[in-house]
């Protein structure tokens, strides 16, 4: 950037930080972005809630609470597995087909092509229909989360809010990101990351007093869902406990290293993940796209079977990730390490083939939770293979939490909110440099790929 352009931008700054806002602007603001974060604070706390019966009295009782990598062909096991499966893939298509397209997929793609091509308006049904869409693949054991389907849920709320506000365009496209922002929020539990995601996620490239014109809508309405979601939850800690008891030297050589191979490793996987993800897509596309509900059943079938032989590549994730956490100590105390490093290899491809499956093949899912799960797979994975080299058992806790980040950044493009949401998630703020360090290098590794590969293209436009 040029002397003369820098210089247009600091006096531009300077211009604004003079400027008063108007106390009707804030209270206007404050109404509708309330708004918007309280309606997606109560559809995500209902979708999290019924979908958490589900799990707990229905799937996590087939598969038990016991950490197993790889275990035998159960045929049984399978056959039931395939029952919920099958079931959950073909209600919520059902309910895409017959009642809202739009629910379809994760629900952060629709989110994020509909504000690239200028159409902020949804219908008003779509919030909900995509509450009823996703309950029966999250809640009956499919590789999804609830955070996707919270970006669509929040985006569609602006549609709402601009009804009963009567908003115009520009008013409505505000409204539209202070929704995603609330709709992470209320999913994830991360008021600042939410508010950074929305900006991040839809890469808003306009001049800086639009950044700033979108940031307090933002994060009003975070605000407004974490809160709404706290208080019919009854929680406000870290949705993810990790056990740490003391925090590693983070100057170590060691520790350095080993966060520089997690950017590997996380980049190598991120590319196989996008890959697949959109091998689906094509399959779909090209051959299935006048019998989608035969690739529907057919990804049933293999995520039963992919579950049947490795219960940790299905479902969300955070459950095994939080058992994965509190007995991390068996995994480097067992002999048999090698076979370990081997099975979680390929747990999480497993893991990236479920996901993709699912979410590709045309169900409602959302992929972010997936995807942070994934990432703290990689976090374990990177730690037995540099296990050998004496690091401390202290940092697989660090490793886990960064890979998560990690992957979620990179596969999303969203670097800087990943790292404030899994933060926030965790409590383990300290290490967010270590954070940083691994993520710029799954960046060069992962290069154009991305879940949404429009995220390549730079937008300079302005409307």
């Not at 002397?3 to 531009?12: Q, T």
């Not at 209600?91 to 379809?104: F, R, W």
């Not at 993800?277 to 509900?293: H, T």
Request: one cysteine or more.
């Amino acid at each position: 950037m040029s002397f003369i352009a820098r210089f247009s931008i600091i006096k531009k700054l300077e211009h604004l930080t003079h400027l008063s806002v108007p106390r009707a602007y804030l209270i206007r603001w404050l109404l509708i972005s309330s708004f918007i974060g309280l309606v997606t604070g109560i559809l995500v706390w209902i979708l999290g809630k019924v979908t958490s019966i589900m799990l707990n009295s229905i799937v996590f009782p087939l598969l038990g609470n016991k950490i197993v990598l790889i275990r035998g062909i159960n045929l049984r096991l399978l056959l039931e597995l395939l029952m919920l499966l099958a079931l959950g893939h073909l209600l919520s298509y059902t309910i895409v087909v017959k009642l809202c397209p739009e629910a379809a997929g994760s629900g952060c793609d629709i989110a994020f092509y509909n504000y690239d091509s200028r159409r902020y308006l949804f219908r008003l049904r779509v919030p909900f229909c995509k509450v009823l869409a996703t309950i029966p693949t999250l809640g009956l054991g499919a590789s999804v989360g609830k955070e996707g389907p919270a970006v669509l849920i929040g985006a569609s709320s602006s549609s709402l809010a601009a009804s009963l506000f009567r908003l115009d365009i520009r008013d409505l496209k505000v409204a539209y990101v202070a929704g995603i922002s609330a709709g992470i929020s209320a999913a994830l539990g991360s008021p600042l990351g939410g508010t950074v995601f929305g900006l991040e996620f839809l890469r808003v490239h306009d001049i800086e007093l639009e950044i700033l014109e979108l940031l307090y809508p933002s994060l009003v309405a975070s605000l407004a869902s974490y809160v709404t979601l706290s208080v019919l939850s009854g929680s406000t800690g870290p949705s993810l406990i990790v056990p740490l008891k003391t925090m590693p030297n983070m100057l170590d050589p060691r520790v350095i290293l080993a966060f520089v191979v997690l950017g590997a490793l996380t980049g190598f996987f991120s590319r196989i993940y996008a890959e697949t993800y959109y091998a689906v897509k094509y399959l779909r596309i090209m051959f299935f796209a006048r019998r989608a509900v035969l690739l529907v059943i057919l990804a049933a079938v293999m995520v039963s079977i992919i579950g049947g032989v490795a219960p940790l590549a299905i479902t969300t994730g955070y459950h095994w990730l939080e058992l994965l956490l509190v007995n991390y100590k068996t995994l480097v105390e067992n002999s048999n390490i090698r076979y370990i490093i081997m099975f979680l290899f390929l747990i999480i491809l497993l893991k990236i083939a479920a996901i993709s499956l699912t979410v590709a093949s045309g169900c409602s899912g959302g992929t972010i939770a997936p995807s942070i799960v994934l990432g703290g797979y990689v976090g374990t994975l990177t730690f037995l293979l540099l296990h050998p080299l004496g690091i401390s058992i202290n940092v697989l806790p660090l490793l886990v939490t960064g890979g998560a980040a990690t992957l979620l950044g990179s596969i999303y493009r969203v670097p800087i909110s990943a790292i404030l949401i899994v933060a926030d998630m965790t409590g383990i703020w300290p290490a967010t440099p270590l954070f940083a360090l691994s993520m710029a290098i799954s960046y060069l590794v992962t290069g154009h790929w991305s879940l949404y590969p429009r995220y390549i293209h730079v937008h300079t436009h302005r409307e």
